[in-house]
C-alpha cells in the first residue's frame, strides 16, 4: 500500500479533474422528479438520471422540517453544469432547489466515454 493512500483512504486519481460531475437535487415527489428527469435526459443536459427515495430533515423559513422527498443523482460533464443548473432553477418547483455539483475524479473510461456522448448537443 502507498502511503499517500494509506493517508487518504483511497487511491490517487489518474488525472486531477475529468471533467465529469454529479450533481444532486430533491424533488417534493416521484413525478416531478420522472418529469425532471426525462427533459434533463432529452434536453442532453445529463448522460444518467437516477432517483430514489429520501427523508430529509432541514430549517426552512425559522422551522425545523421533515419531508419525504425524491433525491436526483445525475451524471453529466463540467461543461453541461451550467445549462442543468438553469433547467433546474427554472424549472423546479421549489424556490430554491438543492442543485449541489460533485466532481467525479476518475471513473471506468468506457462509462465516462458515454457520458460524454450522451452530453454533446447535436449540431456543436
Request: with cysteine.
Amino acid at each position: 500500500m502507498h502511503e499517500s493512500s494509506h493517508i487518504t483512504g483511497c487511491h490517487t486519481p489518474i488525472k486531477p479533474s475529468s471533467g465529469f460531475c454529479m450533481v444532486l437535487t430533491t424533488c417534493p415527489n416521484q413525478q416531478e422528479a420522472d418529469t425532471l428527469a426525462r427533459a434533463i435526459i432529452e434536453q442532453r443536459l445529463a448522460a444518467c438520471v437516477q432517483s430514489s427515495p429520501i427523508h430529509s430533515h432541514y430549517r426552512w423559513d425559522g422551522e425545523v422540517q421533515s419531508d419525504p422527498e425524491v433525491l436526483l443523482r445525475i451524471k453529466t460533464t463540467c461543461e453541461r453544469y451550467q445549462a442543468l443548473e438553469q433547467y433546474l432553477k427554472a424549472e423546479h418547483s421549489y424556490d430554491v432547489p438543492q442543485v449541489i455539483q460533485i466532481p467525479i475524479e476518475n471513473g471506468l473510461p468506457e462509462y465516462l466515454d458515454w457520458v460524454r456522448g450522451e452530453t454533446v448537443v447535436i449540431g456543436q
